[in-house]
T-cell receptor, first 118, second 116 residues
């Protein structure tokens, strides 16, 4: 079974509008982390935002916010005021384990390609 | 902070040669680094986990004799593709964990390998 699911292979959004990229996850580990990365055509993976499983508030970083619904196991990325430079592939990822256990396992979703229209 | 460099960014080589890719954490110490492979329009495929001072842990199906990983210091891990063949052509990307930054993976810019 997929541990990280991104159901939208592609999305379009008009410039200056907000867009939500979906991500659901599955884990039995009580301590985990959720990440979003942006991969433009150049190939580099750019870290956008992080949400810890014990965090009470949704994470925000500039125009990026993470809509964390723990009971539903979803961690959707919201990009506000879309810009042309936001066009890229976006990956949701989950970390199981961590410093306490000494082991790290990161799982990536299949990605969503976002195209911002002028 | 949390910058990871990767070198080279592009390499073209003849079949049968070996290629070494370096991954460095520039402003933090990384006890754990990861090596991924990415095929066009696909997600990242974890190849191995590299821990400083110990042997790498390879994922199932990844040939450890083919993809040699060395993590000799807290800031450097290397991946050597030995006796490269055209099917090894791919985008290879490394990452390092910054414990300070919420155990986030920070990625290098990647290396595009083309084996002729």
């Amino acid at each position: 079974a997929q541990k990280i699911t991104q159901t939208q292979p592609g999305m379009f959004v008009q410039e200056k509008e907000a867009v939500t990229l979906d991500c659901t996850y599955d884990t039995s580990d009580p301590s985990y982390g959720l990440f979003w990365y942006k991969q433009p055509s150049s190939g580099e993976m750019i870290f956008l935002i992080y949400q810890g499983s014990y965090d009470q508030q949704n994470a925000t970083e500039g125009r990026y916010s993470l809509n964390f619904q723990k009971a539903r196991k979803s961690a959707n990325l919201v990009i506000s005021a879309s810009q042309l430079g936001d066009s890229a592939m976006y990956f949701c990822a989950m970390r199981e384990g961590g410093r306490a256990s000494g082991t790290y396992k990161y799982i990536f979703g299949t990605g969503t390609r976002l195209k911002v229209l002028a | 902070g949390a910058v990871v460099s990767q070198h080279p960014s592009w390499v073209i080589c003849k079949s049968g040669t070996s290629v070494k890719i370096e991954c460095r954490s520039l402003d933090f110490q990384a006890t754990t680094m990861f090596w991924y492979r990415q095929f066009p329009k696909q997600s990242l495929m974890l190849m191995a986990t590299s821990n400083e001072g110990s042997k790498a842990t390879y994922e199932q199906g990844v040939e450890k004799d083919k993809f040699l990983i060395n993590h000799a210091s807290l800031t450097l891990s290397t991946l050597t593709v030995t006796s490269a063949h055209p099917e090894d052509s791919s985008f290879y990307i490394c990452s390092a964990i910054s414990g300070f930054y919420q155990e986030t993976q920070y990625f290098g810019p990647g290396t595009r390998l083309l084996v002729l």
